[in-house]
């Protein structure tokens, strides 16, 4: 008997062990063979088009559209914020229903299974990376692991500075005997507070990030048609020093595109 339950233990501590391995590290934002192709694709394809329209040289623009290689770690890049900005929405979202499910009177176990149902009702195809955090929170907690140690390992693959305070003032509550329920309070409100500043923001540059995106096509667009309705008037810029002249533009353009998208590029 003795013998079986150590060998059921052994093996609910391998499982656990192969599942922290899988765990999802928020930090890294690995694309798919199909999404890189997808990328590298778009992105020559791009490039390829701005080579010609600059240079007017098939293998300038060939050239050029080499560079789209490299597009597929921007995405990914863009995917991350885009992932951990969701994350940190709905983390806010969890912590609400887990308040209200202290202040019922629920322990903190059933108070984290709880979260998960309401989160399940906001996001039905469960398509939530804190749905699955807490699922891997509350299996934890049937192994038998604390649930100190289950949030902790959580803030550390988020790396977000929210998530790491709530978890180590958590921590420090829940074995210090402290308030839970107002712990859990007033680290929602602190995080609705950040991202309402943070929309705020987003509203208020809105029209200039549409500006800018403007400003970033016009250029293109005005040598596009300069070229289709005055071909001959553009011809000197298709040969010899003109290509340089033109290569040079294409640097200066690309550099004001890279400044004015970091100019509105505005975090909290």
């Known amino acids: 008997m003795k013998l079986r339950m150590d060998m ?23 694309l ?19 080579g010609l329209i600059f240079f007017h040289n098939f293998l300038l623009a060939l050239l050029l559209a080499m560079g789209g290689a490299g597009i597929p770690r921007y995405w990914s890049v863009y995917l991350l914020r885009r992932r951990r900005e969701s994350l940190s929405l709905h983390f806010k979202q969890a912590l609400y229903s887990l308040s209200s499910s202290l202040a019922a009177g629920r322990s903190v176990e059933n108070g984290f299974r709880e979260a998960i149902e309401d989160l399940r009702l906001l996001y039905p195809d469960g398509d939530s990376d804190v749905i699955r955090e807490f699922s891997i929170i509350g299996t934890r907690l049937e192994y038998g692991q604390p649930i100190e140690e289950a949030l902790m390992d959580f803030s550390r693959r988020a790396a977000m500075e929210d998530i790491g305070n709530f978890a180590d003032v958590f921590t420090i509550c829940k074995r210090s005997g402290g308030d839970l329920v107002e712990i859990v309070r007033r680290t929602s409100s602190i995080i609705s507070e950040k991202l309402e500043i943070s929309q705020e923001i987003s509203v208020m540059i809105a029209q200039k990030r549409f500006e800018a995106k403007a400003m ?29 002249i033109s290569g040079a533009a294409l640097l200066l353009f690309a ?10 590029d505005i975090r909290i």
Not at 8 to 30: F, I, P, R, S
Not at 32 to 50: D, E, N, P, S, Y
Not at 224 to 238: I, V
């Open 8 to 30: 059921q233990q052994g093996g609910k501590a391998g499982d656990l062990e192969y599942a922290h391995a899988k765990l999802t590290d928020y930090q890294v934002m690995n």
């Open 255 to 264: 550099g004001c595109s890279w400044l004015m998208l970091k100019i509105i």
């Open 32 to 50: 798919t063979l199909r999404q890189k192709a997808a990328c590298m694709l778009i992105g020559g394809i791009v490039l390829f088009g701005l």
């Open 216 to 244: 970033l096509v016009a250029p293109v667009l005005f040598l596009l048609f300069m070229q289709l309705t005055s071909p001959d008037y553009m011809a000197p810029l298709h040969s010899g020093l003109g290509l340089v």
